[in-house]
Structures are given as C-alpha cells and as structure tokens.
C-alpha cells in the first residue's frame, strides 16, 4: 500500500518524561506505517529547552505561526524542584504559556467519548467544548491586605492627568482588596477565536459571565461578544445553521447539566479554569480530555489537556510496567493531521485521521483499555492492558482499516 502523502510540514514539538515516550511510539506505530510524515521538529524537552535558553520554544511558536498547524507532546513546567532536578540555568517559564501568548490563542477543550465509558451526568450524550479565555482577570491581579481602618479605593490616571476614582469600601477594621483588568483587544481576539472554531466544528456557542453582578466589567465582554457576532459572524453562522447564544453564568450551569452535549461553552478565564476541570472528571478522565488553541487569524496547536505522567515515568525508569493512557494524544496527532488535511485539501490524510480515531475509540470498546479506565466502564468483557499492548491493538485494528 502507498502511504499517503503530505504537502506541507506539521510543527511537531516533543516533550518530557512518560508522554515523549508515548509520543514516539504513536509516530513509529501508528502514524508512520500509513503517512508519509512531514514534519518540521522542535524539540521542547526540558534539556533542549535549557540548552537553547527556550529559544527553541519561541522558534516553534513562530513555525506554527508560519505553517499554520502544530502538534505538542506535553511538557515539564520548571519549579525550583525541575530545576534542581535538570540542572537547568533558569526556571524557563511555561512553553504553553509562551506559545499562547505568542499565538493570541484560545483554549478549547473536548473529551473524547466512548461506549461503555459514560459520563457522570446522564444526558450527556456528545462532547461539550470548553473554550476558556487565558487573558487577565483574577490570573493578572494586584492584591492589598488592609490592616485596619482605611479608604479603598480605585483610580485610573489617563496620560492627559484626567483622573477617575471610585470607592471600593471604607473598612472599619482589617480586609482584603483586589484589583483586576481585561483589555478590549484581548476580550475582542477571544470572541473571535470562539466564533470562529464554532464555524469549524458547525456547532453552537455559548457564552457566560455574571453581568447582572458586574455591570462594566462583566457586561463589556458581553457586548464585545454581540458586536463582534453582529458585524463578523452573523451572517456565517446563518449560513452554517449554527447559534451563537449569550446567557448568564447561573443559567449556563444549570442548562449545561440538563443539556445533551454537542456544542462549545465559551468562559471567561477563572469559570473556565474551574468548569473544564468539572467537565473533564464528569465525561470520565483527564487521560481522554483533548485541547486545541486557536488563534483569531486561524492558527491550530492541538496537544493533550494531561501533563507528563510523571509518576508513570518515574515507575518506567525502574522497570515497572505502566499502563499509562495514549489516546488525548493520539487525538492531538489526528486533529492536526487533519487539519492540515483540510487546509492542504488532502481528503486521503483527513479520511486517515478518521480512522486513527476510530481504530482508538474501537479498541476501548472491545474492550481493550489502559488501567485508568477500568474503573470507569461498564463493559462487562474489560481487560487492563498495558501502554505497549493497547498501542499495538490500536495499531492491529488500523491496519485492518487501512
Ligand atoms: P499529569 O501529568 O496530568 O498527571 C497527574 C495524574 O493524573 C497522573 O499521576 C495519573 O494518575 C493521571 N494521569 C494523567 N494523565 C494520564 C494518562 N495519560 N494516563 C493515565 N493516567 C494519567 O499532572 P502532574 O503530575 O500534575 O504534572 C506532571 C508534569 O506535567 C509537571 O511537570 C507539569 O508541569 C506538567 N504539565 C504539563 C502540561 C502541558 O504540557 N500541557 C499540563 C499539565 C501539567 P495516577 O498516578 O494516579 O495513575
Ligand atoms: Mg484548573
């Protein structure tokens, strides 16, 4: 069989410890056997990252910003454990973190459901996407603990001198204040993101926030969301068939829960922070939970939403068989992979991404899973295999496909 051909690179960026591992075999068994892989390579594992002085972070950063498409094995964020750990000159800072902020990019996250895996909550029967904003608010604070009776205040000086000030509380013993911000730039490329990956996956949006409450602050995001909808967007989605849909944070929750799925819940950053964690455990596993960041000009980074299994790694050192789950990662192979099929019109290479997922959905539910889902299914004919065995009946049942 001929394997199928790419025209233009993926930006491939390894990673560390047990899912750099993972990360080569899903390329030696799953991927290469079938594709004519091109990729362009950078090699983000904390040693190469300490070599470069994370220049080499940048330079990816910079590939997908060129090509348009990245895949990302998950990486060590350094505390001051990793840097004595590594050796490292500097506790170089979050590569997620350096690539978003690169990028302009939002996060969405969606689990990957199978039968006999099923979610906590009843009715839900297709993913539900989390699209967080990772701008500002409560993460980029200035925060004063008062220690008695004091004016609080906030105040913003304009480079003309105008001043506006506006009392916070006037504390008649100790307390706690703090200070938040977002820009209109940032809320703006954020509405744009979320609209325009609803475009791409033909579903619905949502939007929250507690502008009841927050009537600047809150209510500014809701407006940017309805301007940038109406002037940009409002015509695409009519012709899609899709809905953009604002509602209050509290109502959200409540419909979220009674909802079927299928669509994409747009938060700000702390909600977002907060609900992805309770909608990732409520479909089953952080090990099946998948991520995409997007930039509003319509630039892909697909990756898993897990870490790098540092304690399944440390147990592979020592010899010890792990069963450490590959399928958020393999889904991050296949979402680039076909996304770089769409924007490249190669319909061999998305019909392949297909059936990589399917060959991985279909394993599980014969019943053939990794440890951390055993306790999660309901098929009666489980078997807990470990990493290598579950790639290689991945890998059996795709070429079968194939
Ligand atoms: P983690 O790697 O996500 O693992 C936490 C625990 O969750 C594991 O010990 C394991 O539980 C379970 N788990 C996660 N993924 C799994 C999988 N694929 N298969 C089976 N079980 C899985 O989080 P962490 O231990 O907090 O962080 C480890 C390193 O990852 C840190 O250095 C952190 O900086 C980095 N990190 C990177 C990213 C990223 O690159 N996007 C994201 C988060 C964290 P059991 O041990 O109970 O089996
Ligand atoms: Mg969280």
């Known amino acids: 069989m001929a394997k199928i051909q790419m025209t233009t690179p993926l930006v491939e960026m390894d990673g560390d410890e047990m899912t750099r591992i993972l990360?080569?075999?899903?390329?030696?068994?799953?991927?290469?056997?079938?594709?004519?892989?091109?990729?362009?390579?950078?090699?983000?594992?904390?040693?190469?990252?300490?070599?470069?002085?994370?220049?080499?972070?940048?330079?990816?950063?910079?590939?997908?910003?060129?090509?348009?498409?990245?895949?990302?094995?998950?990486?060590?964020?350094?505390?001051?454990?990793?840097?004595?750990?590594?050796?490292?000159?500097?506790?170089?800072?979050?590569?997620?973190?350096?690539?978003?902020?690169?990028?302009?990019?939002?996060?969405?996250?969606?689990?990957?459901?199978?039968?006999?895996?099923?979610?906590?909550?009843?009715?839900?029967?297709?993913?539900?996407?989390?699209?967080?904003?990772?701008?500002?608010?409560?993460?980029?604070?200035?925060?004063?603990?008062?220690?008695?009776?004091?004016?609080?205040?906030?105040?913003?000086?304009?480079?003309?001198?105008?001043?506006?000030?506006?009392?916070?509380?006037?504390?008649?013993?100790?307390?706690?204040?703090?200070?938040?911000?977002?820009?209109?730039?940032?809320?703006?490329?954020?509405?744009?993101?979320?609209?325009?990956?609803?475009?791409?996956?033909?579903?619905?949006?949502?939007?929250?926030?507690?502008?009841?409450?927050?009537?600047?602050?809150?209510?500014?995001?809701?407006?940017?969301?309805?301007?940038?909808?109406?002037?940009?967007?409002?015509?695409?989605?009519?012709?899609?068939?899709?809905?953009?849909?604002?509602t209050l944070i509290d109502d959200a929750v409540a419909r979220v829960i009674r909802s079927e799925g299928g669509f994409i819940w747009a938060c700000k950053n702390y909600d977002g922070d907060v609900m992805s964690d309770m909608v990732a455990t409520a479909f089953g596993s952080l090990a099946m939970m998948t991520s995409v960041l997007v930039s509003p000009d319509g630039k892909y980074e697909y990756e898993a939403a897990h870490g790098t299994v540092t304690r399944h790694y440390y147990r592979h050192l020592k010899g010890e068989e792990t069963s450490t789950n590959p399928v958020a990662t393999i889904f991050a192979w296949s979402g680039a992979l076909r996304k770089r099929g769409e924007m490249d019109g190669l319909a061999d290479l998305c019909a392949f991404a297909d059936k990589l997922e399917a060959a991985t959905v279909g394993t599980i539910e014969s019943g053939v899973m990794t440890k951390d889902l055993i306790g999660l299914s309901t098929l009666p004919n489980k078997q807990g295999v470990n990493t290598m065995a579950f790639l290689n009946a991945i890998a059996t049942r795709l070429s079968d496909r194939m």
Not at 47 to 59: F, G, I, K, L, S
Not at 174 to 199: K, M, P
Not at 235 to 243: D, M, S
């Open 23 to 246: 990360w080569k075999e899903i390329k030696e068994q799953l991927i290469c056997p079938f594709v004519d892989l091109k990729t362009e390579y950078y090699d983000l594992g904390l040693p190469h990252r300490d070599e470069t002085a994370d220049q080499v972070t940048v330079d990816a950063a910079n590939a997908i910003k060129k090509y348009g498409v990245g895949v990302k094995c998950a990486t060590i964020t350094p505390n001051a454990q990793r840097v004595e750990e590594y050796h490292l000159h500097e506790m170089w800072k979050s590569p997620n973190g350096t690539i978003r902020a690169m990028l302009d990019g939002t996060v969405f996250r969606a689990p990957v459901l199978v039968d006999g895996v099923n979610p906590n909550v009843k009715t839900w029967k297709a993913p539900i996407t989390l699209a967080r904003h990772a701008y500002g608010d409560v993460y980029k604070n200035s925060e004063i603990r008062v220690d008695g009776p004091a004016l609080a205040e906030i105040c913003v000086t304009y480079p003309d001198g105008r001043v506006e000030r506006r009392p916070i509380h006037e504390f008649k013993g100790a307390g706690v204040i703090q200070g938040v911000h977002n820009t209109d730039e940032s809320i703006r490329s954020f509405a744009r993101a979320c609209f325009t990956y609803a475009l791409s996956l033909g579903q619905d949006i949502w939007f929250s926030t507690k502008d009841t409450i927050s009537k600047v602050y809150d209510h500014r995001f809701k407006d940017i969301f309805a301007e940038v909808y109406e002037t940009e967007y409002k015509e695409k989605f009519e012709a899609a068939g899709i809905e953009y849909f604002y």
